[in-house]
C-alpha cells in the first residue's frame, strides 16, 4: 500500500486512493483473474492498475459511484490484456540453451536457407519476423543496441537473400 500512496501527493487523495483499495481490489482480482486464469499474473495486472490509479487519482472524484467502478474495472481489463498478450507472445517461443531457438519450418527453400544462417543471424531471423520481437526487445535480449541490432538484421536479411540465390530464388 505504501508504494501507491507514495505516487500520490495530498492527504485527501491518498484517503480517496485508501477508500478505492479496500472498496475495489476484490472485484479488481477477479477481473483480472477472469482474462489471465492465474493467480500470480491476475496480481500483477492488479498491481499495474493500481499504480495507474495513483497516478491518476485526481481523475476520480467521488469513490463509491458507477463511474468509478467502470474507471477502475477498465484500468484493470487493459492491464490484464496487456499482459495476456504479452505472455501469449513470449511463451511460443521455446529456448534450448544448446541448440539456441527451435521454430517449426515449413519445408522448402526459404527453410532450408534460413537453416543455413549462421546461428546470430537466424536467431534474429526468427525472433522478429516468426516471433514478433521488436528492434528494442531484441536488443535488450542480445545485448546489443539499437543500431546493433539494426546492422544485426541488414546483414541476416542480405545473407539469407544470398542464400536464396543459390537455391535459385530471386527476391
Not at 487523495?13 to 482480482?29: D, H, N, P, T, V
Not at 492488479?46 to 490509479?53: D, F, G, N, R, T
Not at 534460413?114 to 535488450?140: C, F, H, M, S, W
Request: glycine share 6%.
Amino acid at each position: 500500500m505504501l508504494v501507491y500512496l507514495q505516487a500520490i501527493g495530498s492527504g485527501p487523495e491518498k484517503s480517496k486512493f485508501e477508500r478505492i483499495f479496500a472498496l475495489y481490489q476484490g472485484r479488481m482480482y477477479h477481473t483480472a483473474y477472469q482474462i489471465l486464469r492465474n493467480r500470480q499474473d491476475a496480481e500483477d495486472a492488479v498491481h499495474q492498475a493500481l499504480l495507474a490509479i495513483a497516478k491518476n487519482i485526481s481523475k476520480v472524484s467521488d469513490p463509491e459511484c458507477t463511474k468509478t467502478l467502470s474507471y477502475i474495472v477498465t484500468i484493470t481489463e487493459n492491464k490484464a490484456i496487456d499482459m495476456y498478450r504479452s505472455r501469449r507472445r513470449r511463451s511460443a517461443l521455446p529456448l534450448d540453451e544448446t541448440m539456441g531457438i527451435s521454430c517449426p519450418m515449413p519445408d522448402g527453400a526459404v527453410a532450408r536457407a534460413i537453416v543455413g544462417l549462421p546461428a546470430r543471424y537466424r536467431q534474429l531471423i526468427l525472433l522478429k519476423y516468426a516471433e514478433g520481437y521488436t528492434n528494442d526487445e531484441l536488443a535488450a535480449m542480445l545485448g546489443l543496441s539499437y543500431s546493433g541490432v539494426c546492422s544485426l538484421d541488414q546483414r541476416a536479411k542480405q545473407k539469407l537473400q544470398e542464400l536464396l540465390k543459390e537455391e535459385g530464388i530471386d527476391i
